[in-house]
DNA sequence: CTGTTAGCGCGTTCAA
DNA sequence: TTGAACGCGCTAACAG
């Protein structure tokens, strides 16, 4: 087992200094053509590649971002994972993740732990974490680069990436409309969790839109989870008929789901009598009984730009500009329908 | 913003050496009580935390443990993460994941290229890779340190870790006898998914015990995807009714929650018509209507040890011991009950 | 555009 | 049990 070729090495091959070879490695411009051309045949034909220890030590970075989560979505997570790994990759750094509990009256500490003991170069926020003012706060006193995936407020543009929930929040109120429905009831995910407040707002803009009002009976409140799905379905569901309301537009998948599960449970058949519609499109959303209107996040669209514009904090060379929002788009799937009843 | 303390500034501060310092950090036993005390409270007092980059170049290793994986379930995935981060952090360890295609003919190719390229110290293999015998082949000429969780074969145990899959798919179609099926169907998953084979010579098992015989019709092939449950619940639930089994026993919860929306598609009320169980108890599970009737897998457990047994094998001082199986656990939920027909 | 000279902060060989 | 000096493989000034 022959040990690997170092950088000196390729230079004594290549007849050049050290340091041309550092060049070349690191893509700098201040090497001529021909060198360059010269010193990647020796490093292929030498089989070198740079030792990321070494680099990590003489460039004073770990070359390590985290993504610390608090997620209860399983797919949310990996959706992030997945969208930024290759961004990250490509530019020889790699993910540490950390579970954390966003509740916790010491997050913000507990994350100083992580990102100090593990000496991370940046850190990606994924909501609730990206609204976290206390999290914020630590970050820009101790320096460390980071970038907010879906925050709630609009501030801080050239730091975030945003999924313009409140619009496919609105557009899917809209649809329901279409559909004929104007009991369109709304269930209201966690406070902390990002998207909640554009969301709801959306609901508002598209009865707006669709000239139907805003009525306080038919918006309930959840926690984004399942059981708070199941528990909203059946407070809307056991209202008299008249008041009942004949869709039920969740902010989250998992809610959606419970409030199909309320459904099932008391005999309300879906799409028939109720519509019910989600947000995410999780793998969730295709697998439950009927499979569930919802929107689709880009999610690893957002996750991939993100990693760019950490990428880009890290390299200090382009000016930050903010993120163009990514698209979500509506799923019609089998939760849906028109009316059934009169009015 | 003050620079952090080097080695050198604590061994300064203590009036010892450099070394000293070293093998008070490193835990080393050829240092006296008094002069460790005396050194940790320098330590303390200028909260100093030793530099990970500086270890990684000078101790010839990353500090890094690499996590591949092609895995459909997000939850397998974050709970094997969440599993054993804390025992990999314990050990100054970080993990990083590595997304791959199972079915890639340059599966091992690729995975070296990653391995190298990120310089891990060690792998730790989810199923199906940890089936993959030119993976492991290509890391035991790499000499790359590894351990397999559930893999199929039960040889090599002192770089696996294994859940005992064989003996909770028999306690379930046991289970199901039990309550009175006598035809009790079984959807084989995925060839090269770990547990496969040990969880249909469990049920196979569990038949025997039952004083059930295997019958080759109600024995259908699926891929362990939703679809694959689809497919498979409506070929099941579509013989003419003398044969048309009981009860479904679906080798993970994926297929179980497609066999279940088959079964709402025909008209076929579960569990009074017809019983349905999944295996792994992933949050699907307990997301569908009914909730699912499963196996608990105790995956997190498994990845502890699986961690665990790894950082024993990259310190190199404890004696390669096999783990003990983790034991998993019936999750009796709405989908299984009684037979209502006569036989 | 290229080369020379110092470190980066720790582990490790020896000797004491 | 402790210490001194060297080296890990590369980047970062600066000089040419």
Same mark, same amino acid.
């Given at each position: 087992?022959?040990?690997?070729?170092? %950088?000196?090495?390729?230079?004594?091959?290549?007849?050049?200094? %050290?340091?041309?070879?550092?060049?070349?490695?690191?893509?700098?411009?201040?090497?001529?053509?021909?060198?360059?051309?010269?010193?990647?045949?020796?490093? *292929?034909?030498? +089989?070198?590649? =740079?030792? =990321?220890?070494?680099?990590?030590?003489?460039?004073?970075?770990?070359?390590?971002? +985290?993504?610390?989560?608090?997620?209860?979505?399983? !797919?949310?997570? #990996?959706?992030?994972?997945?969208?930024?790994?290759?961004?990250?990759?490509?530019?020889?750094?790699?993910?540490?993740?950390?579970?954390?509990?966003?509740?916790?009256?010491?997050?913000?500490?507990?994350?100083?732990?992580?990102?100090? !003991?593990?000496?991370?170069?940046?850190? /990606?926020?994924?909501?609730?974490?990206?609204? !976290?003012?206390?999290?914020?706060?630590?970050?820009?006193?101790?320096?460390?680069?980071?970038?907010?995936?879906?925050?709630?407020?609009?501030?801080?543009?050239?730091?975030?990436?945003?999924?313009?929930?409140?619009?496919?929040?609105?557009?899917?109120? *809209?649809?329901? $409309?279409?559909?004929?429905?104007?009991? %369109?009831?709304?269930?209201?995910?966690?406070? *902390?969790?990002?998207?909640?407040?554009?969301?709801?707002?959306?609901?508002?803009?598209?009865?707006?839109?669709?000239?139907?009002?805003?009525?306080?009976?038919?918006?309930?409140? +959840?926690?984004?989870?399942?059981?708070?799905?199941?528990?909203?379905?059946?407070? /809307? /569901?056991?209202?008299?008929?008249?008041?009942?309301?004949?869709?039920?537009?969740?902010?989250?998948?998992?809610?959606?789901?419970?409030?199909?599960?309320?459904?099932?449970?008391?005999?309300? $058949?879906?799409?028939?009598? /109720?519509?019910?519609?989600?947000?995410?499109?999780?793998?969730?959303?295709?697998?439950?009984?009927?499979?569930?209107?919802?929107?689709?996040?880009?999610?690893?669209?957002?996750?991939?730009?993100?990693? $760019?514009?950490?990428?880009?904090?890290?390299?200090?060379?382009?000016?930050?500009?903010?993120?163009?929002?990514?698209?979500?788009?509506?799923? %019609?799937?089998?939760? #849906?329908?028109?009316?059934?009843?009169?009015?």
């Amino acid at each position: 087992m022959m040990t690997r070729p170092a %950088i000196g090495t390729v230079a004594a091959e290549a007849r050049v200094s %050290i340091k041309t070879v550092s060049r070349v490695i690191n893509n700098s411009d201040r090497v001529t053509a021909a060198t360059r051309e010269h010193v990647m045949g020796v490093i *292929r034909r030498l +089989g070198y590649s =740079p030792s =990321p220890n070494a680099r990590r030590l003489a460039g004073h970075r770990s070359l390590l971002v +985290g993504l610390p989560f608090d997620n209860p979505y399983a !797919s949310y997570v #990996t959706d992030v994972q997945s969208g930024s790994l290759a961004s990250f990759r490509a530019a020889n750094y790699q993910v540490v993740m950390h579970a954390c509990d966003s509740q916790s009256p010491v997050l913000a500490d507990e994350l100083r732990l992580f990102v100090h !003991s593990v000496r991370v170069d940046g850190v /990606l926020l994924t909501p609730p974490l990206s609204d !976290s003012a206390a999290v914020i706060e630590m970050l820009d006193r101790d320096e460390i680069p980071f970038v907010r995936i879906a925050p709630s407020g609009r501030n801080d543009p050239t730091r975030s990436v945003f999924a313009g929930d409140r619009e496919s929040a609105a557009a899917m109120t *809209r649809d329901l $409309a279409t559909l004929g429905h104007r009991r %369109i009831a709304f269930v209201i995910g966690h406070e *902390r969790d990002a998207g909640t407040a554009q969301r709801y707002m959306g609901y508002c803009d598209g009865l707006r839109l669709s000239k139907l009002s805003l009525d306080a009976r038919w918006v309930v409140e +959840g926690d984004g989870s399942f059981e708070a799905g199941i528990a909203s379905g059946r407070k /809307l /569901l056991r209202m008299r008929k008249a008041d009942r309301p004949t869709a039920i537009f969740a902010s989250t998948d998992l809610m959606a789901a419970g409030v199909l599960h309320a459904a099932h449970e008391l005999g309300v $058949a879906v799409p028939t009598a /109720l519509s019910v519609a989600g947000f995410g499109d999780e793998p969730l959303a295709s697998q439950v009984w009927p499979r569930l209107t919802t929107i689709r996040q880009p999610l690893q669209g957002l996750a991939q730009q993100a990693a $760019a514009m950490l990428m880009a904090q890290l390299r200090r060379d382009s000016v930050p500009a903010p993120a163009v929002p990514v698209q979500s788009s509506l799923v %019609i799937r089998q939760s #849906t329908a028109v009316v059934a009843s009169r009015c």
